[in-house]
């Protein structure tokens, strides 16, 4: 049979080499990938909707006459001239707005004609309405044919039309129904759920044919979606677990873990570990005393005690006479972690070094000298730990705080930082939870730990929702707490991704603030300030010098003020749930009582509103990422690893759950020796050669 994948889309009558180009972009350079190039849904044109039933966001054909045709003109506005038309097909009245048009066009839809429009219904002040629809102008009489097949809507690019990938798809269909298409899976597991061939599941998602098809397939049930599905879901686990395979095959060095150092650790610590902290500690030691590469993932919710476990970790590398980079998203989580690592460390005589983006010139060449020549046991920083200028003496073990910040670009550059032949050994701390069906696909190239207990003795942060309109009385009790000594965060959040607006935002409410309560010392934190500057206010805070700190999410992550009890959050309603419940694990770190005030506009609406209850109801970050899940789609939640790394194509990870089990099952399969032909082919049609997937790392 025809290897499709052999054959360049040029080959196709009518792909020169602009259109080529432009294919190339989607990722589709061969004949196969363009099997592949799926529709994202289908248009109905093959029968015509009265408009009496038409429901606002409905994409529909409608049938009717023209009432009015007529010019009007907006106020503002760089084209004024509006046409309008007014459609009755006695179900109902339609609004048509075109704001690009020709004498020619206007000509044609003039009062009287029957036409025929197909394009999205939206209800605007109380009138259904259609702006730009496609159309055509019918005879009444005798109206054209409607089509057959539903109109398959692909994804594009720019200065690709629809109906020119339309035809060279169908140009594509017919050679398929000449030449045929080998099978990628086993028959065996085919018909198991009677699931069609993939020439067949091609032919029918590239063109349904009859009702009972496109029912299932809007569905998303339809059989032969639930087959590239489940092979998607397979592709991206089977990539990860050969990825993990490759790393596995490396060395890392092999470290003899004793208790000498981590019993002075401990003794000096002043609290106990919980039970969950010495669980994860004992998997990582586990893991560090071969010589294959540890790539493990600890999570555990905010407050539940990371650092410690990191430091744990390090500590028999070190003893070994390796480095150790522990990486940290922002500045003042890094300066928080060197604190901390420096007290905990010194004490053992182990060098600690700190190394920031501020860092420059001779202070900056003295820090890199000390990591080149090993002086520098334990480094901690930001992303400038992977600048070239960065040598490491002996890198054996490289921590990366709070994973979701950062991209797997960083990620490689660090472990590029490694010695000749010596695979570091990897620990990726975070605090967002990873529900056990998203690991499955997502995560399947990690070992998981989870820090599943709080320290004892913390207490639920208890959360309110407050509208804008009760500002005055929640500053009035500002002020009373922090003169009875409580400590308080103010929280700035803005739609916008832009850090400049929202340091701006911050600083706004700093000064009314300040005016608004005077006697009380305010600080401001955002994310534009010198790290030192960003350091100075936290101590500021930390020492309770200020009692009111003003900041940006900037704080979000990492900020340990224990006798901080209050948090308020400006307009939540912009954050995701899991973000939310990060920041407010930054209060209810002591034995106070605690409070999280969520500040909102009077309007709330009602689904904006469903989602902050679940804040208020839960303290568990697995119930409240779970949620945010299905409120906001994983991509959303997970961050950069499902929106960097691991889009999907066809799969949903919420909606598509109950495949997930099929999917394993099936990347089980397809791994046992034997299959490897079978295994490249699901990678290339799903996969391609992304590379993330193809390097080591
Ligand atoms: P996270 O998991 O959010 O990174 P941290 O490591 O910052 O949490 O720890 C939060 C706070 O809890 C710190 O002040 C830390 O010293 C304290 N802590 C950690 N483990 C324990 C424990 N077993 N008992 C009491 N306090 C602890
Ligand atoms: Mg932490």
Redo the contacts with the bound molecule.
């Keep these: 049979m025809n290897d499709w994948s052999r054959e360049d889309v040029s080959t196709l009558k009518g792909v020169g080499p602009r259109l080529r180009e432009k294919l190339a972009r989607l990722g589709v350079q061969n004949k196969q990938q363009l099997l592949f190039h799926l529709p994202l849904r289908y248009e109905d044109r093959t029968r015509i909707t009265p408009i009496g039933s038409l429901q606002p966001g409905q994409r529909a054909l409608i049938q009717a006459d023209i009432l009015q045709s007529g010019i009007s003109f907006r106020r503002q506005g760089r084209s004024r001239r509006l046409l309008l038309l007014k459609l009755s097909d006695g179900t109902g009245f339609l609004t048509l707005r075109f704001f690009h048009f020709n004498a020619a066009q206007q000509a044609r839809l003039k009062r009287g004609s029957c036409i025929r429009c197909f394009g999205e219904a939206r209800f605007v002040m109380g009138a259904l309405e259609m702006v730009h629809p496609e159309y055509e102008i019918v005879d009444a009489d005798a109206p054209p044919p409607l089509h057959e097949n539903l109109t398959p809507v692909y994804p594009t690019t720019e200065g690709l039309h629809q109906i020119g990938l339309r035809k060279i798809m169908q140009q594509l269909l017919q050679q398929l129904s000449h030449q045929g298409l080998n099978e990628t899976l086993p028959v065996d597991w085919l018909k198991q759920d009677d699931f069609p061939s993939v020439e067949q599941a091609l032919k029918i998602l590239h063109n349904p044919q009859n009702q009972q098809d496109v029912q299932q397939i809007q569905a998303f049930k339809h059989p032969a979606q639930r087959r590239f599905i489940i092979e998607e879901l397979s592709a991206h686990r089977i990539s990860l677990l050969l990825r993990r395979k490759r790393i596995s095959s490396l060395q890392s060095p092999c470290i003899d873990v004793d208790d000498s150092l981590t019993g002075i650790l401990l003794d000096n610590l002043g609290?106990?570990?919980?039970a969950a902290?010495q669980r994860v500690v004992a998997e990582i030691h586990q893991d560090l005393r071969t010589a294959q590469p540890m790539m493990r993932l600890v999570q555990?919710d905010?407050?539940?005690?990371?650092?410690?476990v990191a430091a744990l970790a390090v500590l028999p590398v070190l003893q070994a006479g390796y480095q150790c980079a522990l990486m940290a998203p922002t500045e003042i989580l890094a300066e928080q972690h060197y604190k901390n690592f420096k007290s905990w460390f010194e004490a053992l005589g182990l060098g600690v070094v700190n190394l920031m983006g501020a860092d420059k010139g001779k202070k900056r060449q003295l820090k890199e000298q000390q990591i080149a020549s090993g002086q520098a046991q334990m480094i901690i920083g930001t992303h400038a730990l992977f600048q070239a200028s960065v040598h490491f003496n002996a890198l054996g073990l490289i921590i990366i705080d709070e994973q979701h910040r950062f991209g797997v670009e960083q990620r490689k550059a660090l472990q590029g930082k490694a010695m000749k032949n010596m695979m570091p050994h990897q620990l990726i701390m975070t605090?967002t939870p990873i529900p056990r069906t998203l690991a499955m696909s997502v995560y399947a190239d990690l070992d998981y730990s989870q820090?599943d207990e709080l320290?004892?003795g913390r207490s639920p942060v208890k959360t309110s929702i407050i509208a804008q309109s009760q500002r005055g009385k929640l500053i009035e009790s500002v002020r009373k707490a922090c003169s009875e000594g409580q400590q308080v965060y103010w929280v700035c959040t803005l739609i916008e991704e832009s850090e400049a607006l929202q340091c701006e935002a911050a600083e706004v409410t700093y000064e009314t603030l300040r005016q608004q309560l005077p006697g009380i010392n305010i600080g401001l934190v955002h994310g534009r300030m010198k790290a030192v500057e960003k350091d100075q206010k936290i101590q500021l805070f930390k020492s309770a010098q200020t009692q009111l700190l003003v900041a940006t999410t900037v704080i979000e992550v990492?900020v340990?003020v224990?006798n901080a009890s209050i948090m308020i959050i400006e307009n939540p309603e912009r954050l995701g749930l899991s973000q939310i419940h990060q920041l407010r694990?930054r209060v209810g770190?002591g034995n106070k009582e605690s409070f999280c005030l969520l500040l909102v506009k009077n309007d709330l609406s009602r689904q904006v509103a469903n989602r902050l209850e679940v804040i208020r109801n839960h303290q568990d970050g697995f119930v409240i990422a779970e949620k945010d899940l299905e409120l906001r789609g994983a991509g959303e939640v997970l961050g950069t690893r499902q929106t960097g790394e691991a889009s999907f194509r066809m799969a949903d990870l919420v909606r598509d759950k109950p495949l997930f089990a099929d999917a394993e099952k099936l990347s089980e399969l397809l791994m046992q020796p034997g299959l490897e032909k079978q295994c490249e082919q699901l990678l290339a049609n799903w996969i391609g050669n992304r590379s993330e997937y193809s390097d080591v790392g």
């Design positions: 609290f106990k570990l919980t902290q555990g905010v407050g539940s005690g990371k650092t410690v605090a820090i320290p004892p990492g340990d224990p694990g770190r």
